[in-house]
């Protein structure tokens, strides 16, 4: 039977590869340290799991409109105004399935067939099969690790072409945790404005930053930016609310409404209860959000130290997030190793640790740590590392 050629393209996740494969060995009784978690290690708060509950118990498990409940829209303005200082109204905003989905959705409207979208390497894995998927072609540009994987406005410019359409930034960044600076966010900006490019901005790690480093939304710095900027957020990383699959879209309203009429055909509404429970999210207390940030910079400091001084290992100080973006070059080539995907590979298959080769992100020299599971889980498997690093480079 024959699929479509959009998916038989389609790149499979090596998040997803090597998750599968360490479940695998932990179903046959194999002590598997996985740090390829993309979620946080906390339980949703229980005021959130709380709403959820009594929205159901009151009957509000029905469709909604197509673009969110109108609460859950205004309580993401009011976050908007609270956090950003930008107002936006009920129609510049779309509740999806996600922030991916907000992602896929923005796509399917904004791109016709060999329309190109510029996106910096080291990148999330989804982006270029999005794009993809909606008939577009990616154009990377590398951000060094010299420049905290930051591209420059030099950069931009050259990969600029008639055909351009879209640029995507995502700070912080998954996989390297890098934030842009305001300064730098000012200038990538006007290059997009003076050549009519939209800026997709991926915000979902924005409650995650550390060592007094500052979150800044491209769309907040100007009016002009704001109004060429779509915003992707949500709430799965910001409230550990992953499974709730809650995201949105703020931005152009004539975007917004094309979003949401492709939406109506797609999946209706998100779902209900997690609506509600986004709303209390937003409204409610926000100390369990700083709890989890200051949990998470506890850990990276208490472990940067330790990762660095592991032989073939270098990584620049993640600045959000909750990712360590490792070069392991060296670490394979002492190893034996042919590349940095082969040592991942030796890693699970001998040390029983699971990392995401960089290779899923586009920097082939990389491979990602996730902190976001127990201190002692991830020193256990820093010492796991090391002593297969040292046993490979003696034999």
Known sequence: MTLAKRVSALTPSTTLAITAKANE????????????????????PDHIIEAAVRSMKEGKTKYTATGGLPALKKA???????DQGIDYK???????????????????????????VIIPIPYWVSY???????????????????????????????????KTRAFIINSPSNPTGMIYSKEELRALGEICLENGIIIVSDEIYEKLVYDQHQH????????????????????????SMTGWRIGYAAGNEKIIKA????????????????????????????????EMRKAFEERLNII??????????????????FYLFVNAKEAAEITGYSSVDAFAKGLLEEANVAVIPGSGFGAADYIRLSYAT????????????TSFITRKMAE
Do not use: W
């Open 25 to 44: 060995m932990k179903a046959e009784g194999i002590d598997v340290i996985g740090l390829g978690a993309g979620e946080p290690d906390f339980n949703t």
């Open 76 to 82: 993401i303005i009011d976050k908007f105004i609270r």
């Open 90 to 116: 009920p129609s510049e905003i779309i509740v999806t399935n996600g922030a991916k989905h907000a992602l896929y959705t923005l796509f399917q409207v904004i791109l016709d067939e060999e329309d190109e």
């Open 128 to 162: 270029p099969e999005q794009v993809k998927l909606a008939g577009g072609k990616s154009v990377f540009i590398t951000g060094t690790e010299e420049n905290q994987f930051k591209i420059t406005p030099e950069q931009l410019k050259e990969a600029i072409t008639p």
């Open 216 to 239: 800044v939304s491209i769309a907040q710095i100007s009016p002009l930016l704001k109004e060429q900027t779509i915003i992707i957020n949500g709430v799965s990383k910001s409230h």
């Open 259 to 290: 979003m949401t009429d492709l939406a109506s055909h797609s999946t209706s509404n998100p779902t209900t209860p997690s609506q509600y429970g986004s709303i209390a999210a937003y409204n409610g207390t926000q100390e369990p959000v700083e």
């Open 304 to 321: 940067y130290p330790k990762l660095i001084s592991i032989p073939g290992f270098s990584c620049v100080k993640p600045q959000g997030a």
């Open 374 to 385: 127990s201190l002692a889980n991830f020193e256990n498997a820093l010492t796991r590392i």
